[in-house]
C-alpha cells in the first residue's frame, strides 16, 4: 500500500506561482513513475504532468512552459511548481503514483492522494 499526502494549495491570483508538494510513504519501493492530475468542478480529471523514476516528463499542452514536475526520491517526495497561473488552472489537485509510467498518463494509477484545492482569481 502506498499513501500519497498533498500540501500546497491554495488561494491566489491570475498570474502568481503555488508550489504543490506530495508525499509517499508505504509501499514506495513500488513506485516507479508519479503524477499529478486535476479535477475541476462539472470537469473530468486531466492529467496535468507525469514523472518516471529515470526523470522523464509528460505535461497536459494547456500547462507546457507554466508548470513544472520534479520529484526528490531521498525525500519520498514530488513536486508541482505551477507559474503564471490562470482561472482555467482552478481545480482539485490529486498525487498519483504507479509501478508504471503508462498507468500514471493513461488515468490508472493505483494510488491516489485525497486532493488539495488550487483556486486561481482573475
Known amino acids: 500500500q502506498v499513501q500519497l499526502v498533498e500540501s500546497g494549495g491554495g488561494l491566489v491570483q491570475a498570474g502568481g506561482s503555488l508550489r504543490l508538494s506530495c508525499a509517499a510513504s508505504g509501499t514506495i519501493f513500488s513506485i516507479n513513475a508519479m503524477g499529478w492530475y486535476r479535477q475541476a468542478p462539472g470537469n473530468q480529471r486531466e492529467l496535468v504532468a507525469a514523472i518516471a523514476s529515470g526523470g522523464g516528463t509528460n505535461y497536459a499542452d494547456n500547462v507546457k512552459g507554466r508548470f513544472t514536475i520534479s520529484r526528490d526520491d531521498a525525500k519520498n517526495t514530488m513536486y508541482l511548481q505551477m507559474n503564471s497561473l490562470k482561472p482555467e488552472d482552478t481545480a482539485v489537485y490529486y498525487c498519483?503514483?504507479?509501478?508504471?509510467?503508462?498507468?500514471?498518463?493513461?488515468?490508472?494509477?493505483?494510488?491516489w492522494g485525497q486532493g488539495t484545492q488550487v483556486t486561481v482569481s482573475s
Open positions: 498519483v503514483a504507479d509501478k508504471t509510467f503508462r498507468a500514471v498518463v493513461a488515468l490508472t494509477p493505483r494510488s
